[in-house]
Structures are given as structure tokens and as C-alpha cells.
């Protein structure tokens, strides 16, 4: 029998010559309760998270999608300032701690406010605004405590096979959800 029937007669997915259990989102899910739920009260992203959101309150849609769109201009320019003060923040350099600790296991890590924009990065993403995708609909759009793990799929830069999963994130001293992160999960080291 061959790996790819037997991966078949198991109930596995065969990408690229590597077998995935179908069901990715227990093991997704238990990776992440162990291992961030414990990390996202921190006062550093909490305090980050109120402070957007403050600042941010009386923008519009028309000035989000500004934003982005300055922020889409900037991933193909040669100076990117409101890149560069995203990715400089503590925030930014705290989630990029968590994932190079996470041992290869997060493959990208980004918090948004109560809008859905970058708060925080460990890495550039493409756009700005998230609050059109799934990924915030279903984390903060959800409510506390909210969980999405979306499907597996290759990372283009990493060539490795990743869910995003997202997460509502609620203020410890209010249980008012307050924003969400992102995490691209390595599913090939689960």
C-alpha cells in the first residue's frame, strides 16, 4: 500500500507528501489553550489593545480604509513609517518574543482592536485592516472567549502547512472583549 492510501484508509490528507489528520482544529485549539490563552492578559497587550481603541474611536470607515490602503502602499514601498512604527511598538516586539520561543510552532502573530485593525505584529502583514475577514468576524465578532481556527493551508513564505487561528481578547478587569489576535500554528509540529 502506498503512504498516500495509506494516509487515505487512515482519514489523513496528503499536502506536498506529508499526511494531516483532517480534524486540525482539536489539536489547533489545544496548542493554543495551553500554550497563548496564559499570555493574553498581559498588561502589556491589554493596555495596548485600550489604548488603540481609545485613540481610534471616532474613525469611520472611510478613514479604516484610508489607512489600509496607505498601509497596502507602504508593503511595496521603499519607506514604510506606519509599518515601521507598528513593528517598532512593545506590543510588536512582545509577540515576537512569544514566537520565537514558540519554537517554529507560530509562524506569525497579530493583535487588532475592536475594529479590526494592527495593534501589534510580529511580522508585516499584508494589509492593515482585518475587521472584513473572518479571522476578526468570528474571534471578536464572536464574544468572549471566542475561538476560530480556519482551514490548513501552505504558507507561501515558510512553505510550511499552517492554521490561522483567532481569538477574541476581553479586558481582565472588565470581561469586555477588547480585540483579538491572530497566530499562524505550524500544524506539521503538532
Not at 500554550?35 to 492578559?41: G, I, Q, R
Not at 489593545?49 to 508593503?75: F, M, P, V, Y
Not at 517554529?104 to 482585518?130: C, H, P, R
Request: proline share 3%; hydrophobic share 45%; glycine share 10%.
Amino acid at each position: 500500500m502506498s503512504c498516500v492510501a495509506g494516509a487515505a484508509a487512515l482519514g489523513l490528507t496528503v499536502f506536498g507528501g506529508t499526511a494531516l489528520a483532517q480534524d486540525h482544529v482539536g489539536p489547533v485549539t489545544d496548542y493554543v489553550n495551553a500554550n497563548v490563552l496564559p499570555w493574553l492578559s498581559d498588561p502589556l497587550i491589554v493596555k495596548a489593545i485600550n489604548d488603540q481603541n481609545a485613540a481610534n474611536a471616532s474613525l469611520g470607515q472611510a478613514e479604516i480604509d484610508t489607512l489600509d490602503q496607505k498601509w497596502r502602499a507602504e508593503t511595496e514601498a521603499g519607506s514604510h513609517p506606519m509599518i515601521d512604527e507598528v513593528l517598532g511598538n512593545a506590543l510588536s516586539k512582545f509577540l515576537a518574543a512569544r514566537q520565537e520561543e514558540s519554537a517554529g510552532m507560530i509562524a506569525e502573530a497579530f493583535v487588532m482592536d475592536d475594529k479590526g485593525l494592527n495593534v501589534g505584529q510580529s511580522a508585516v502583514t499584508s494589509d492593515y485592516w482585518q475587521g472584513d475577514e473572518a479571522k476578526w468576524q468570528k474571534s471578536y465578532g464572536a464574544g468572549a472567549g471566542a475561538i476560530f481556527v480556519d482551514d490548513v493551508e501552505k504558507d507561501e513564505s515558510t512553505q510550511a502547512l499552517q492554521s490561522q487561528v483567532s481569538i477574541a481578547i476581553s479586558d481582565p478587569a472588565t470581561d469586555k472583549v477588547i480585540g483579538a489576535i491572530t497566530l499562524g500554528i505550524n500544524v506539521e509540529g503538532l
